[in-house]
């Protein structure tokens, strides 16, 4: 998958033109997705590139070349064909929820399984009594669910488990499900401007935004001390220049004064 973003409120906008058989600008394609920057609070929705092979019938090197090759209305066609191409990909996951009950024995650990309805499904397995959740994860997806792409597990409290640390007979009970690591969600104008412009900043550490939000913040801050700081400068040199003309007209009184 590969994700490109554009503002959802024109997006929804230009399908409109393209139902009436308007024509779409290059000042449209602009406001979608080619922009500066977009508004804070702005909705910016992913669409799947890969989509567009669709239009194109080959890899697509650049976003710009939908333009090259299919100008403003055809560019925008094919960001349709892709953001539906997004949903279809992202509403294939397994929608199915399941529970599985570790009980421990003396020297193995069973796992049964059951769905949210608490019906009995799959086969109740055994495993070594150090058998660690990520080995666990492998067989389920071996063995039940081939067609998942990964399995996210929940403890009782809801609390995502990590993989890689736990050991399978710590818990009692686990949730399981599809991941799908392809889903992106709609992200704010703020978050997308600070993706695409600023440097130096960790991709993992967007997930959430919060990390976005929170260095734009601080940015903003610095940005309105430097502001008031450039501002009480030129108050000091406007302060100054009229002490110094005051000065200067008091030396010119005196000296007609004297004349006199």
């Given at each position: 998958m590969s994700i490109f973003w554009v503002n959802e409120r024109q997006y929804e906008a230009l399908k409109q033109k393209l139902q009436l058989g308007a024509d779409?600008?290059?000042d449209d394609l602009e406001k979608l997705a080619f922009a500066d920057r977009f508004p804070d609070d702005a909705v910016m929705i992913p669409v799947d590139l890969q989509g567009?092979?669709?239009?194109?019938?080959?890899?697509?090197?650049?976003?710009?070349?939908?333009v090259i090759k299919l100008g403003y209305k055809g560019a925008?066609?094919?960001f349709v064909k892709a953001r539906n191409h997004f949903e279809q990909v992202t509403a294939a996951v397994d929608p199915q929820i399941f529970t599985a009950t570790v009980t421990n024995h003396q020297d193995k650990v069973s796992v049964s399984f059951a769905n949210l309805a608490g019906e009995r499904?799959?086969?109740e397995i055994e495993f070594i009594s150090e058998c660690r959740i990520w080995d666990f994860c492998s067989i389920v997806l071996d063995e039940f669910k081939p067609s998942w792409k990964d399995v996210f597990l929940l403890s009782d409290d809801g609390d995502e488990i990590e993989k890689n640390e736990a050991l399978l007979k710590t818990h009692s009970r686990l949730t399981m499900g599809e991941v799908n690591p392809t889903i992106a969600k709609p992200i704010s104008g703020r978050e997308y401007n600070f993706r695409k412009f600023e440097e130096g900043f960790e991709e993992e550490s967007l997930d959430g935004g919060d990390a976005a939000v929170d260095w734009l913040e601080d940015a903003e801050?610095?940005?309105d001390a430097e502001e008031e700081q450039d501002a009480e400068e030129?108050?000091?040199e406007e302060v100054s220049g009229t002490e110094a003309e005051d000065e200067e007209e008091r030396v010119a009184k005196r000296l007609r004064q004297?004349?006199?």
């Open positions: 779409i600008t290059h567009t092979h669709i239009v194109l019938g080959q890899p697509l090197e650049d976003v710009e070349d939908l925008f066609e094919a499904v799959f086969e801050e610095e940005q030129e108050e000091e004297e004349g006199q």
